[in-house]
């Protein structure tokens, strides 16, 4: 994985222009967040769903530089004040407190235009075609808009300060942080030409993945420390956050990381090649301390 992490960050240079600009410190902005150091896991996803397909690691490179773009642009606009109002992200900084808020918000702009890019560009239709290109490009836009992954940061917002049941913050969460992911794993079968069943596999193992991936999220909020994280703990309850945590427990939430766990695995069983790897990786996500 270190392999794939060290590849994506080269390939995502690639994508951001160089030289001199009138606009440069909006892409030093760009380039500040998509430089912080970070577990990369959705391009990770995108690379490996891609080769248990038979797909190459370059025609899935553009996807998978594509959904960590949208996933760091929707991180710097969740810093800024008007919505958690964080002031460090992976140990480092948040972008609006280097560059402002201004330059942070346009930071965010470009980078989803940066995604969409590199997923329709000449070199990328070259080589996965139009079809798959256009079919992965709209799995993006899907889950990370309106019913996606903005849709889930506006449910957020709409609960702050009030008490709603658990299916309001699962299906919260299921848009905010396990779509992406989806996403993720969904356009690195596309690259490769898998069939609409190992799409939908893919789909099942990342939404499992995911919500698992926010519960661990909740429970380090409250268990890890700032050090540990690269952020401020306790920030959850210190807003009065609806959570896993905070409407089931602990006891709970590991049992349901657990489930959430064993179901991701199960999908697996729809591909015919080596799966080891990530079920091996969904067991990680399960057990990180930061």
């Known amino acids: 994985m270190d392999k794939d992490i060290r590849a994506v960050e080269a390939a995502l240079e690639k994508y951001i222009p160089s030289g001199d600009h009138e606009e440069q410190i909006l892409l030093d902005s760009v380039r500040y967040s998509l430089r912080l150091p970070g577990k990369r896991v959705r391009p990770c996803l995108t690379l490996a ?6 797909g190459t690691d370059e025609a899935a490179m553009p996807f998978a ?12 606009h ?32 470009a980078l989803q235009s940066m995604a969409y890019d590199a997923m329709l560009c000449d070199d ?22 309106v019913l996606g992954m903005v849709g889930g940061q506006t449910i957020d917002l709409s609960i702050e300060h009030r008490s709603v049941g ?4 699962r299906s919260m969460e299921e848009k905010k942080t396990a779509n992406l992911i989806e996403a993720a794993c969904m356009m690195g079968c596309i ?10 596999a893919a789909e099942r193992y990342a939404h499992s993945i ?21 952020k401020p703990i306790g920030s959850d309850a210190g807003n009065e956050k609806n959570t896993f945590m905070s409407l089931w427990g602990l006891e709970r939430c590991r049992e349901a990381v657990d489930k959430l766990t064993n179901e991701a695995i199960e999908a697996l069983g729809a591909f015919d090649g080596d799966t080891t790897q990530l079920a091996d990786f969904a067991k990680k996500l399960a057990n990180r301390r930061k």
């Open 210 to 230: 995911g919500l698992a991936f926010q519960i661990v999220d909740d429970i380090l909020d409250v268990t890890s420390t700032a050090e540990e994280l690269g």
């Open 49 to 54: 769903f891609s080769r248990l397909c038979g």
């Open 65 to 76: 530089c594509a959904v960590e773009m949208v996933h760091t642009y929707s991180l710097i």
């Open 166 to 169: 658990i299916d309001t913050v």
């Open 124 to 145: 990328t239709l070259a080589l996965v075609g139009g079809d798959r290109a256009a079919r992965a490009a709209c799995v993006l836009a899907k889950k990370s808009g």
């Open 191 to 200: 690259a490769a030409g898998g069939t609409d069943e190992q799409i939908a």
């Open 78 to 109: 969740d810093d800024m004040p008007c919505m958690d109002d964080d002031d460090f992200r992976r140990g480092k900084p948040a972008n609006h407190k280097v560059y402002g808020e201004d330059i942070a918000l346009l930071a965010g702009d």
